[in-house]
């Protein structure tokens, strides 16, 4: 016991004298990190096929540099389609070759988009020795989703992240920011990427990195940091028999406040609350060991602010007379917000008021084509007021491309012809995502109502969608699956309407 408090006294007094001070040093390898790293796939048919292979380009660019092995980082894919299914388990592919030819070998499942059954699986398979898991190891979660999903996925992803689970989620759709956020380890901004597919190599390098902060061997380190609490992450180094962890934490600027706490040798993580917002603590890990020592580990975590709402207003699902207003976060210490909306330049002031409880409102009554300031204001139950403003703009009225048709123009080539749209269109935006070869973009006038589409190979499925443009936004584009006959079949092509 004396060894103890003398090694205590020691590092607090380290702690004091600022002799712990982290070093910034070069960023950590990847070859540093341990892991069990799970991707979950939306296989799903809401998925094409251009999309599909897409995100498993950026699967393999996002992995690349790991060092793979039974001591390093592990991979597995877990599809999402009417029942999940696990591509290949944990501990098959242990090369960086091997596992690039895994991911190019996957293929699409279709079906529906079952994601939460596919969170309830993969929550069995991150801790089972039959798919090749480690009981020991940190745990990541990158599920790349276009948004939707027929089940509800809160229930099993909270059980994900009780168990330790940190995940990352990139939307690659329209899904909503206060569903994904809350489905996300926190905090968002640091967990949650929106991002178009196409644009999916933008947030590689720092999606990566915020993986690696979490599959960093051997060392104590903070994940799902609040304004009140962070969870413990720390290496297997005790046993239930071999011994239990002190782990004592205290704000730097107040030693004197030191708290300690005790758990079993069979812990590796722990979950510190009632913290103070913005402050930072010094944490020892002291590993009290009947069979060997251990020197202690220490970190330093800073609390996030604390919460406030609005801290973020969105708009969405805009109309020429109407559009959705959303916030976040809900807190309990707000009783109301107001919503006053008016029109730029102008001086036309409305207000909605709207119950603590909900985080959302739809505003109506509105002019086509019209620049709104929108602002959100949260009303404490202390008095205080909080405000936060976002632009909004209507669209025009039938601003939709009508009639999208096409016309067989020879081997390997269409005309997609449409209708105008209402409105003063300032030109038109034509996009085909090829099932094989690369997609294609091509803008015209206002005056132009077709275009020449080439090199769709026979036999294969391609998307083509006819987008508006307006001064202040794009209008609603209409989409349509074209299928080329093979080149056996009668000359000629199939389309419908995406559902």
């Known amino acids: 016991m004396l060894a103890k408090a003398v090694l205590s006294l020691g590092l607090w007094l380290q702690f004091a004298a600022g002799q712990n001070t982290p070093e910034r040093g070069p960023q950590p390898s990847a070859s540093n990190s341990e892991g069990d790293l799970l991707f979950l796939l939306d296989s799903s048919g809401s998925v094409s096929y251009y999309e599909f292979s897409r995100v498993k380009e950026f699967m393999w660019d996002l992995v690349q540099p790991f060092t793979f092995g039974p001591r390093d980082v592990q991979t597995s894919i877990i599809h999402i389609s009417t029942t999940p299914t696990m591509e290949f388990p944990f501990d098959r592919y242990l090369s960086s070759g091997t596992l690039q030819q895994a991911i190019r070998d996957t293929q699409q499942l279709m079906g529906d988009t079952n994601t939460g059954k596919a969170l309830s699986y993969a929550k069995e398979k991150f801790f089972s ?62 967990h949650l990427y929106f991002v178009d597919v196409d644009d999916l190599p933008i947030i590689t390098k720092e999606l990566r990195d915020a993986i690696l902060d979490v599959i960093q061997a051997n060392r104590l380190h903070a994940v799902d940091i609040t304004s009140s609490s962070f969870r413990l992450m720390w290496p297997k180094l005790l046993s239930q028999e071999t011994g239990y962890y002190t782990l004592e934490y205290a704000p730097i600027d107040d030693l004197a406040r030191k708290r300690t706490k005790q758990v079993s040798g069979a812990h590796t993580s722990l979950m510190l609350s009632n913290l103070a917002p913005e402050t930072t603590y010094e944490v020892a890990l002291i590993p009290e060991s009947n069979v060997h020592y251990f020197p202690p580990q220490t970190t330093r975590v800073t ?51 709207v119950d603590g409880e909900h985080n959302s409102t739809v ?90 589409l080439t090199d769709l190979a026979s036999g294969t499925t391609n998307k083509v969608c006819v987008k508006p443009m307006y001064k202040n936004q794009p209008g609603k584009r209409l989409c349509r699956m074209v299928h080329m006959q093979p080149a056996t079949e009668a000359q000629g092509y199939k389309h419908r309407q995406r559902a």
């Open 129 to 190: 020795d039959e798919a090749g898991a480690r009981p020991d190891v940190p745990k990541v979660l990158v599920w790349v989703t276009d948004g939707f999903s027929t089940d509800d996925i809160s229930e099993p992803m909270q059980l994900l992240k009780d168990m330790g689970v940190t995940v990352f989620i990139v939307s690659t759709g329209r899904g909503s920011y206060l569903e994904l956020s809350a489905a996300a380890s926190q905090p968002p901004e640091k």
């Open 303 to 353: 609390t996030l602010a604390e919460e406030t709402s609005p801290a973020q207003v969105l708009i969405s699902e805009s109309g020429p007379y109407s559009f959705h207003v959303s916030w976040a976060p809900t807190l309990d210490s707000v009783i109301s917000y107001q919503i006053l909306y008016g029109p730029l330049p102008g001086n036309s002031v409305k207000l909605l008021e």
């Open 363 to 452: 505003v109506e009554n509105l002019a086509p084509n019209t620049t709104y300031l929108v602002t959100v204001t949260a009303v404490y139950k202390s008095g205080k007021e909080k405000s936060l403003s976002a632009k909004a703009c209507t669209q025009e009225e039938g601003s939709k491309v009508r009639h999208l048709r096409f016309e067989d123009m020879g081997p390997n080539t269409l005309k997609a012809s449409w209708d105008s749209a209402d409105g003063k269109v300032l030109g038109y935006r034509v996009r085909c995502r090829r099932q094989t070869g690369p997609s294609s973009v091509i803008s015209v006038s206002p005056q132009i109502h077709s275009v020449i």
